[in-house]
């Protein structure tokens, strides 16, 4: 055997070995920069909420996990092209995205909502606590006439490609100055600097991201839940990969019976957004 | 439903419109600059070569975050009239764009200038011409002439350029080409039917270029 040719079959048996040894491995992808679900601390590791729920899952279904980053507005590409098996990044349970993908069953609650700078003329909207636009009736639909008033020509900022811009663009809220930014980040930049009038995310972040910066922001207005904010959070799966789907499934049974969901939802929400 | 070409066509007038706004600013500060460039005292023409320095040597999305999100953070700006024109990511785009695309055209018609044959100035010197005559008559349509084909691609580059703006929530080709991709979660459809309207911008500036350097250009 030539030497190029024993180099060849060397390297593909390493190859054949490496392929091998990843066979009971799956990878999940995060965005890394929606806190308190999933960020990065200063060494750039991934942490947060789904990061340690994702561990936790993989341990209860015996799975090698690695937990990979990207881009929220790449993300659902990035799942059916197969870059990773499964995403877990404070992604809500959608009609419109069931259209592509799978999701398990709902782990964690996220409620939504509108967020301004202290002292804004809509700081103080009257209306009720929280609103769940499936349930809708009178309550329901008296809260969404006030918040239309109130954003009224307003520029509201939000991420691209969430539950948020589509409840935005559903036409509900009447004629706003809608802007959509590529993470949440940069919508609390221009939140704080005045470009935005008021933001719409899940509630969760904007809590921490007062708390981090220091930033006078406050939340206004009802949570919101049911209709185009979906039906909670779950894991999304490819379609047709119906064994993961169930391996996902039972593990959050598990998960929320030994009351691990509950755990880490308080450690990172300050409280229990389990489900 | 979300139908990506009258979306991605809404998006291209966007685009079209900052690329002519940012290169008619970008023009005349190139303009400017080169005059300072070639000027003889060494700090107006060493400010001006630290413009073009670092507008050319950082990368367009810096300085576009720069203008926008950077200058945003001061709060002595936010609270002065300046901050109308601040607010607008539109407005900040085409200070970001006309920047640099300025730093560009500075270092084209400079090095436009510098290669005129000093024969023709002397020429017109010894027949008397004034320094401005000799300037506005013969040195500056040479170096226009002799720009051209440079400029043509400065323009097909700064096109190209204008694609950032949408990290700044303008909706350009490139930020509606985003939202049908985020709305369909279809990237392929979204990006190449983007891909293929730049194409089309470029081809027809192209032409254009070629048709000003048929016309007016050198003939070589």
Known sequence: ????????????????????????????????????????????????????????????????????????????????????????????????????????????????????????????????????????????????????SSLSGKTVCTQIGTIHQNFLESGDVGKIN????????????????????????AASSFDDYAKKSGEAVVLTGPTFSGGAFGNGVGVGIRKGDSKLLNDFNAAIDKARDEGIISKLAIKWFGFDSSM | MISIFPNLISGAAITLQLLVTSMFFGLIIGFFFAILRINKNSIINKFAYGYSYFFRGTPLLVQLYLIYYGLANIELLRNSFFWVIIKEPYWCAIIAFSLNTGAYTSEILRSAFQTIKKGYIEAAKSLGVTKKITFYRIQLPIAIKQSLPAYGNEIILMLKGTSLASVITIMDLMGEARKVNVLTFKPFEAFITAGIIYLFITFIIHNIIKYFEKKYGFQT
């Open chain 1, 1 to 148: 055997m030539s030497k190029i040719t024993k180099f060849g079959l060397g390297l593909l048996i390493s190859l054949l070995l490496t392929l091998g040894a990843n066979a009971g491995s799956i990878k999940i992808g995060t965005e890394g920069a929606y806190p308190p679900w999933n960020s990065k601390d200063a060494s750039g590791k991934l942490i947060g909420f789904e990061v340690e729920l994702a561990n936790a899952l993989c341990e209860i279904m015996k799975h090698n996990c690695t937990i990979v980053e990207q881009d929220w507005d790449g993300m659902i590409p990035a799942l059916t092209s197969k870059k990773f098996d499964a995403i877990m990044a404070g992604m809500s349970i959608t009609a419109e995205r069931m259209k592509t993908i799978n999701f398990s069953q709902g782990y964690a609650d996220e409620v939504a909502s509108l967020a301004v700078m202290k002292g804004s003329i809509i700081a103080n909207m009257n209306t009720p606590a929280g609103i769940n636009l499936s349930i809708g009736g009178s309550d329901v639909d008296k809260a969404l006439k006030t918040i239309s």
């Open chain 1, 178 to 201: 809608l802007k959509t930014y590529k993470t949440q980040d940069e919508v609390n930049l221009d939140l704080t600097n005045g470009r935005c009038d008021v933001a719409l995310a």
